[in-house]
């Protein structure tokens, strides 16, 4: 029961903006779209979440479309450092939990 | 790993053998989760606590146990009955505003191993 679409990888140059796509046509009005990243054996981080509104902060722009049904992450300068598996998630409002799909593999290649 | 720590960051198990993680947070939030994440898989529930003295399990809770006396730890105890342990454990809190906004912060992870 999969709530978001993502592709399994992506590459990227270093220095250049990284625009990841997430998919979640059957979103409803009361979740959120959160994006998490997990470098290679460690925990999670959060990078970025939003509504319906596009929202920046000091690691990335999520940009979600009028009808919600799809979102994209964008890291405005990649760097190597940024290589991890960016998961995309929906969750409704005061939900409990987070439920992480296989996200998209990035690679930052020099 | 913004004021979670988890121990051992290796934990080796023997047959039979219960074995309990450590999850600290100095964060002051009120709820907290485990996680177990299988390699090239994404992050899957085992149980959750949202205030102290009280838990819910999660999607996998078979072979798993917790506690949580006090609202900055939050222990998980593979138990025997847990028939494939092996896996990398992630402990994580949560911060929630009144609007309802929230954000996990997760620990470094426990990676447990069978001998």
């Known amino acids: 029961d999969a709530k978001t679409t993502q592709p399994p990888s992506m590459d990227c140059a270093e220095g250049r903006a990284a625009n990841l796509p997430c998919n979640h046509s059957?979103?409803?009005?009361?979740?959120?779209v959160y994006w998490y990243r997990q470098i290679h054996s460690q925990g999670p981080q959060y990078i970025i979440h939003g509504l319906k509104n596009n929202e920046t902060n000091e690691m990335a722009s999520l940009i979600i479309t009028e009808d919600r049904k799809s979102s994209t992450l964008i890291l405005p300068h990649a760097t190597l450092r940024d290589t991890a598996v960016y998961y995309c998630?929906?969750?409704?409002?005061?939900?409990?939990?987070?439920?992480f799909g296989a996200g998209t593999t990035v690679t930052v290649r020099a | 790993d913004g004021g979670i720590t988890q121990s051992p960051k290796y934990l080796f198990r023997k047959e039979g053998q219960n074995v309990t993680l450590s999850c600290e947070q100095n964060?002051?939030?009120?709820?907290m989760y485990w996680y177990r994440q299988d390699p090239g898989q994404g992050l899957r529930l085992i149980y959750y606590s949202q205030i102290v003295n009280d838990f819910q399990k999660g999607d996998i809770a078979e072979g798993y146990s917790v506690s949580r006396e006090k609202k900055e730890s939050f222990p998980l105890t593979v138990t025997s009955a847990q028939k494939n342990p092996t896996a990398f454990y992630l402990c994580?809190?949560?911060?929630?505003?009144?609007?309802?906004?929230?954000?996990?912060?997760f620990g470094p992870g426990t990676r447990l191993l069978v001998l």
């Open positions: 994580a809190s949560r911060f929630q505003t009144s609007a309802g906004d929230e954000t996990q912060y």
């Open positions: 059957t979103i409803s009005g009361n979740e959120y």
């Open positions: 998630i929906v969750r409704p409002r005061y939900d409990y939990k987070l439920s």
């Open positions: 964060l002051n939030h009120d709820a």
